[in-house]
């Protein structure tokens, strides 16, 4: 059983910055792909963000140049840097996980102000 604990959520003004964190019950040394996921109210959940083992990345659209993924394998956590924050950000954010199954945290609120 994996289990995953999103932190660093928060309210922040239009054009703030946020970290979120995601640490694994497990080692993430060997997990080929991580992800970031935000639902926003009404909303389907989507794709934010991915790393992968080897380092490489992939972001949505919305987020491409302000938003940074990253992972620590020696704290088996993954990180979310979130800079020029928009309202439009609002959202739960969730990590995800596959190990022969998706694993999802709880969900971390990021909620921007204009």
């Known amino acids: 059983q994996v289990q995953l604990v999103e932190s660093g959520g928060g309210l922040v003004q239009a054009g703030g910055s946020l970290r979120l964190s995601c640490a694994a019950s497990v080692s993430i040394f060997s997990i080929n792909n991580m992800g970031w996921f935000r639902q926003a109210p009404g909303k389907q959940r989507e794709w934010v963000a991915s790393?992968?083992?080897?380092?490489?990345?992939n972001y949505a659209d919305s987020v491409k140049g302000r938003f940074t993924i990253s992972r620590d394998n020696a704290k088996n956590t993954m990180y979310l840097q979130m800079n020029s924050l928009k309202p439009e950000d609002t959202a739960v954010y969730s990590c995800?996980?596959?190990?022969?199954?998706?694993?999802w945290g709880q969900g971390t609120q990021v909620t921007v102000s204009s």
């Open positions: 790393i992968r083992d080897g380092g490489s990345t």
């Open positions: 995800n996980v596959f190990i022969f199954r998706n694993y």
